[in-house]
């Protein structure tokens, strides 16, 4: 009863001398974050000019906003009212003095007093706020998809009720929301930003807006836009047991500079090589051949370095534009040694090709690739033991020592030109050291990668069948037992290999509990191919099994490794960066699967043509006198053909010819000397 009285006399109309002052009829029920109207009107207009409204907290005297001399004073606002109390202006020359309250919050809830003074007279009116306990959570993202280029920096909106104070949200999480599995952009909890929860694609790269959180604004800013960054981002808050979310789409991303200089790079490395095989196979000055084969070698391998430079740069995929960029940097050593135009060279610049360039390229390539995959193990440091982690560290070291120990041999030795006992020494170790090598590098990657238990048998087991590979072990079964050399070396082949493919299996075994196993399973394949090449080619290590000075350079396989393996590996490059930006995902989602499969394949292609080469030129043989032999018996019947298709002489035909017997012959045995012109231009020997 004390209520409803209550209730009837805040409705009731305070009376003054010259007008009345109207409120609502009862309670003004609102909820949480939604907007109000207060009430407060006369029945006839008054003039503006003397006219001045006040509203007021009947509990406090907080005042809520004014109206004098014609204008709102918004300026004189209590802070907790600025921007959320308004008049309708527009009607208060027609008495309506209603006030709108934005954002409701629970404070709000009381009484309020407007009161009008006019002139001499006054009045006034009460109108009391409930708020709904139904509370509700209100977040909001962008109406828009939002379209970027890469690299730039874009901004997700996320913005909550500014009734939820910072302290009642218990949780703030961004997620990226359009694939199989969701990936945790950012997390907020407890008044805290937690950036190391972000995905490993996000870390680094994200982060809140701290001065706008204390007014609920948890907008997302997403720094050097990539590729695969496309799709659709949640916002989802949860405050007071409540939880709500918005979205905000990510699309329409552009061609970044980098990217650009990725795809102008690309065609110009597959054109420069195209441009450069074509001017070398069909000019003939001597003058320019041999310029023209090192540009081959070298400009277009260089520009996919380049390539892969900015790729790494623009796509943030370090192991893989290292990877990459190593290969294409060192493959023209190999290029020059497998070249058919050798010969050409002279002195020391053809020794040096000819004993050191495959050489070099493996030892700077392990120490790339292992600099690489330390920095992968050193992220996994943290969780190892304090026993196994120096363990670890020194065996990297000792990998980088012993390729480093290796180099500097090779610049003494030969830019240098030191000799003497050290040197000696030096060159016995280093020799040492391409045979133990493979053994370092794979206990290397079993104790940082691998697992243990059972697995360690094998760490033990593996120098003792790595070094079972050495020369010395087949020299004395030539020398003391008496095989044959077609014998020893046959056998010491297949071993070779079978123990490079068991190595190649355990790598890939042992990798994968690396974030990306299949790539750096195809780096370390390459290294072990390239390694079994320097055994097999290398006289300072393999004396007796050296195929390197009958080895026979082929035009064809040369041609394949400078024009077609960068002609293929651009096109990829290009395919996936264009696929990438269309889609959003990648393709490939590791160009390593691609580049280094294709290496491999070139290496291996030039290693059987040093072990095989007789074999090899008996096929060839085979194959090139079987094609005369075709081409040579389709010119004699088309020879015959044409014979037979000419009309028969009648009348004085007959008379003019000079000889019937000559007449028969020529009928008889077709006259072969197209054929032997055709022969003759078709399989004239072509010089380089």
């Not at 000792?398 to 006992?421: A, H, P, Q, S």
């Not at 509990?513 to 390239?530: E, M």
Request: glycine share 4%.
């Amino acid at each position: 009863m004390d209520l409803l009285m209550f209730i009837c006399m805040a409705a009731v109309a305070v009376i003054s001398d010259g007008f009345t002052v109207h409120g609502p009829s009862g309670l003004v029920v609102a909820s949480l974050g939604s907007s109000v109207v207060l009430p407060c009107y006369v029945d006839e207009p008054l003039p503006v000019k003397s006219l001045e409204v006040e509203w007021r907290r009947t509990d406090s005297e907080t005042l809520v906003h004014l109206f004098q001399d014609g204008a709102s004073r918004s300026e004189v606002q209590q802070q907790e009212y600025q921007d959320r109390a308004n008049f309708f202006t527009d009607q208060i020359q027609h008495g309506n003095f209603s006030l709108r309250l934005d954002n409701l919050r629970a404070e709000d809830e009381g009484q309020y007093t407007c009161k009008v003074y006019s002139q001499q007279d006054s009045g006034e009116t009460e109108v009391q706020i409930k708020v709904d306990n139904v509370e509700r959570l209100l977040v909001s993202g962008s109406s828009r998809s939002i379209s970027a280029s890469v690299g730039e920096d874009v901004t997700l909106n996320c913005s909550v009720d500014s009734h939820i104070t910072p302290e009642d949200i218990e949780e703030v999480s961004w997620r990226k929301t359009d694939e199989d599995v969701e990936i945790l952009v950012l997390f907020y909890q407890n008044n805290k930003a937690f950036p190391d929860s972000s995905g490993e694609q996000y870390r680094d790269r994200v982060e809140f807006f701290t001065d706008e959180i204390p007014k609920g604004n948890f907008s997302l800013r997403l720094k050097s836009v990539r590729t695969e960054d496309k799709g659709v981002y949640m916002c989802q808050v949860f405050a007071g047991g409540l939880s709500a979310n918005a979205t905000v789409v990510l699309e329409q991303l552009g061609f970044s500079a980098l990217q650009i200089m990725v795809l102008i790079l690309s065609i110009a490395a597959s054109g420069s090589a195209l441009l450069l095989c074509c001017l070398i196979y069909c000019r003939s000055q001597y003058d320019s051949f041999l310029r023209l084969h090192l540009s081959l070698v070298f400009c277009p391998n260089m520009i996919m370095f380049f390539a892969f430079v900015f790729w790494g740069v623009s796509e943030g995929s370090v192991n893989e534009s290292v990877s990459c960029s190593a290969l294409y940097f060192l493959r023209p050593l190999l290029l020059l040694w497998a070249a058919p135009y050798i010969n050409k060279f002279t002195g020391k610049i053809k020794t040096w090709i000819l004993k050191y360039s495959y050489v070099a390229e493996y030892l700077v390539f392990s120490v790339v690739a292992y600099s690489a995959l330390f920095k992968t193990a050193w992220q996994k440091l943290l969780n190892y033991a304090e026993f196994d982690r120096v363990v670890i560290i020194i065996l990297f070291s000792i990998v980088f020592l012993c390729c480093l120990c290796k180099i500097i041999y090779l610049l003494v030795t030969e830019i240098g030109k030191k000799t003497g006992r050290i040197i000696e020494i030096f060159d016995l170790v280093s020799d040492m050291i391409i045979e133990i090598l493979p053994t370092l590098q794979f206990i290397i990657m079993f104790y940082t990668f691998g697992s243990s238990g059972a697995g360690f048998i094998i760490v033990i087991i593996l120098p003792v069948f790595m070094m079972m590979t050495n020369d010395t072990w087949f020299d004395r079964c030539y020398f003391r037992i008496g095989c044959s050399f077609s014998v020893i070396s046959t056998v010491m082949i297949i071993f070779t290999l079978v123990m490079n493919a068991v190595m190649m299996g355990l790598y890939i075994m042992t990798l994968e509990k690396t974030t990306d196993p299949i790539g750096w399973a195809c780096v370390l394949v390459f290294l072990q191919i390239l390694w079994t090449f320097i055994k097999f080619t290398d006289t300072n290590i393999s004396v007796f099994l050296s195929f390197s000075r009958g080895f026979h350079r082929y035009t064809l396989l040369y041609v394949c490794g400078s024009v077609c393996v960068v002609v293929l590996t651009s096109a990829a490059l290009i395919a996936e960066l264009i696929l990438k930006t269309v889609n959003g995902d990648r393709t490939a989602g590791d160009l390593r699967f691609i580049v280094f499969p294709v290496e491999c394949l070139f290496a291996v292609s030039v290693l059987m043509s040093a072990i095989l080469p007789s074999q090899i030129k008996k096929c060839l043989k085979f194959c090139q006198d079987l094609v005369r032999s075709r081409r040579l018996r389709r010119s004699q019947e088309d020879t015959a053909e044409t014979q037979e298709m000419k009309p028969l002489k009648t009348g004085d035909q007959e008379e003019a010819q000079p000889d019937s017997d000559t007449n028969m012959r020529s009928r008889i045995i077709p006259d072969l000397s197209p054929t032997l012109q055709y022969v003759k231009t078709q399989f004239k020997p072509h010089g380089l």
